[in-house]
């Protein structure tokens, strides 16, 4: 089951004991591939429109707004596929764990 997605393109704005900011940049068609998230996360997106979440129960199209931010918690699997014909960039905030070490 390959495909010849391109890949979306993460880039590192944030990491310290606290939190993981990431802004992810998706060409149109682009995918994130397969991943669990290790932690809790908040994306803020900076784009409107719309991300099919592949996942192992199926998949399903998210709709998402500029400016409008949502939570997820830690453990969600799945793979992200920008389904706009248009660049589609979001800022994901991961949340460490407090009180490590």
Do not use: C
């Not at 400016?67 to 991961?94: C, I, L």
């Amino acid at each position: 089951m390959g495909n010849s997605r391109d890949k979306a393109v993460p880039t590192l704005q944030i990491e310290n004991d606290r939190v993981i900011v990431t802004e992810w940049r998706f060409a149109p068609g682009a995918e994130t591939g397969w991943h669990r998230h290790g932690h809790d996360y908040v994306v803020v997106p900076q784009t409107t429109g719309t991300l099919l979440l592949e996942e192992h129960g199926g998949n399903r199209e998210a709709r998402l707004t500029a400016g409008v931010s949502y939570f997820r918690n830690v453990g969600v699997e799945h793979n992200v596929v920008n389904a706009n014909d248009f660049e589609f960039v979001f800022v994901e905030v991961e949340i460490k764990e407090s009180g490590d070490g």
